[in-house]
């Protein structure tokens, strides 16, 4: 086969992710549960049938797995079928590509490789849109100051909060009452 879906357990939850013929359609970080996991990968790339990934896709699989258990791994060798994807993102995602795990940059640093410090508003929304988070690291991408910004992803900004300590990234983020687990806020 060809075209599929599979789900598997990390270290975040458990991911989806979608593969065609040119390389991984869409990576989908965990919903609250896995319909709803499944309901965004067909929201994404149609209705496909969950079954296991081929070798390629499973190499890939392993690798994201292994990079959330914090292992230091790079994903910029995964195939990703860009055909549907705007030019500008794929500069935008290109660049991404190449923050190694545990470093970031900032989405005026990727404007400014781009040409214009300006464009720091557009590469916010690209990687909004980005649809192989993880492989495409936006987590990976802050606001100004090291602060963390925004993040798309069920779970916001915990979520990738969460993606970057265990990649042992830095983030001038002071966790409010309302950030820290239960047990850490008395409860």
């Not at 593969?19 to 549960?33: K, M, S």
């Not at 779970?155 to 047990?183: C, W």
């Amino acid at each position: 086969m060809t075209n599929g879906y599979s789900l598997f357990d990390t270290a975040v939850g458990r991911c989806g992710v979608a593969w065609g013929e040119g390389g991984l359609i869409a990576v989908q970080l965990p919903q609250p549960n896995e319909g709803q996991t499944r309901t965004r990968l067909a929201q994404r790339c149609g209705e496909l049938e969950e079954c296991a990934p081929p070798p390629h896709v499973a190499a890939a699989i392993a690798a994201m797995i292994a990079l959330l258990a914090g292992e230091a791994r790079g994903l910029d060798d995964i195939a990703l079928d860009m055909t549907d994807v705007p030019d500008f993102n794929r500069k935008v995602y290109a660049i991404a590509r190449a923050i190694p795990p545990g470093e970031t940059l900032t989405y005026g640093d990727i404007a400014r490789r781009l040409g214009d410090v300006a464009l720091s508003r557009q590469v916010g929304q690209a990687l909004g849109q980005n649809p192989f988070p993880i492989v495409v690291p936006c987590h990976r991408v802050l606001a100004a100051g090291a602060r963390p910004g925004g993040f798309s992803a069920s779970g916001g900004t915990a979520t990738k909060l969460r993606m970057l300590a265990i990649e042992g990234a830095y983030v001038n983020h002071t966790p409010s009452l309302f950030d820290l687990p239960r047990q850490e806020a008395g409860q």
